[in-house]
């Protein structure tokens, strides 16, 4: 059993995090429809997290900030990585569990994932496609996904959309949280 820990990603994590995403999407990944509604601005720093085993970066979780009518501070989920030695041990949920945490302290209010059904319904996300939600990119109806605090408006939820403001530099302290975890 080994330990490792989650914090918010650094600038100095993104040659780890880009090997790690290289490795669990391919080096043409930017070519995916979802890259379409990740922003040039960057990610979303203040819940965007990296799992660290030592001093080694192990796993990655990226949120990007999008736009959806009715809702305000939305978030797109991912990209999420776990690096081959570590998998299967609870940790990308886990680190997703965590990460899901800080966006609720954060006060945003719905997180938009294109992603496996089976797995993130665990973390309280439905299916977005009944209730209308659309993704800019062509996608397999059942992996849009929706994870709201609020009750959800008349129908139908519309387009996601890449969002046009910068994100939220906003950290609560210099270092982020360190949240101990422990492998299974
Ligand atoms: C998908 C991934 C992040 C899972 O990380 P992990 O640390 O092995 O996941 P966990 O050990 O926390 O497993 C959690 C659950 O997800 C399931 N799971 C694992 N990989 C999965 C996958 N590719 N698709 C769907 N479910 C998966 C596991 O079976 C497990 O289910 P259980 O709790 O019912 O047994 C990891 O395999 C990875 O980095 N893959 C390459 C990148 C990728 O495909 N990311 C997409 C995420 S949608």
């Given at each position: 059993?080994?330990?490792?820990?989650?914090?918010?990603?650094?600038?100095?994590?993104?040659?780890?995090?880009?090997?790690?995403?290289?490795?669990?999407?391919?080096?043409?990944?930017?070519?995916?429809?979802?890259?379409?509604?990740?922003?040039?601005?960057?990610?979303?720093?203040?819940?965007?997290?990296?799992?660290?085993?030592?001093?080694?970066?192990?796993?990655?979780?990226?949120?990007?900030?999008?736009?959806?009518?009715?809702?305000?501070?939305?978030?797109?989920?991912?990209?999420?990585?776990?690096?081959?030695?570590?998998?299967?041990?609870?940790?990308?949920?886990?680190?997703?569990?965590?990460?899901?945490?800080?966006?609720?302290?954060?006060?945003?209010?719905?997180?938009?994932?294109?992603?496996?059904p089976?797995?993130?319904?665990?973390?309280?996300?439905?299916p977005g496609t009944p209730?209308?939600l659309t993704l800019?990119?062509?996608i397999e109806p059942e992996r849009v996904?929706?994870?709201?605090?609020?009750?959800?408006?008349?129908?139908?939820?519309?387009?996601?959309?890449?969002?046009?403001?910068?994100?939220?530099?906003?950290?609560?302290?210099?270092?982020?949280?360190?949240?101990?975890?422990?492998?299974?």
């Open positions: 059993m080994t330990d490792y820990y989650f914090r918010r990603e650094r600038a100095a994590d993104s040659v780890a995090v880009e090997r790690l995403f290289d490795i669990g999407f391919g080096t043409e990944r930017h070519r995916r429809g979802v890259y379409r509604l990740r922003g040039r601005g960057g990610q979303e720093r203040a819940v965007s997290q990296v799992a660290v085993a030592g001093s080694t970066v192990v796993a990655s979780l990226r949120f990007w900030p999008i736009t959806l009518a009715g809702y305000q501070r939305v978030l797109l989920l991912g990209p999420l990585s776990v690096a081959s030695a570590w998998r299967h041990r609870g940790l990308g949920a886990a680190l997703v569990q965590s990460s899901l945490e800080l966006v609720d302290a954060g006060g945003y209010q719905a997180v938009v994932v294109s992603g496996e089976n797995f993130y319904a665990r973390f309280g996300f439905t209730l209308g800019p990119m062509p996904m929706i994870r709201t605090s609020l009750p959800l408006p008349p129908l139908p939820l519309g387009a996601a959309r890449r969002a046009t403001h910068r994100p939220s530099r906003r950290q609560p302290s210099a270092r982020g949280p360190k949240i101990k975890a422990r492998a299974r």
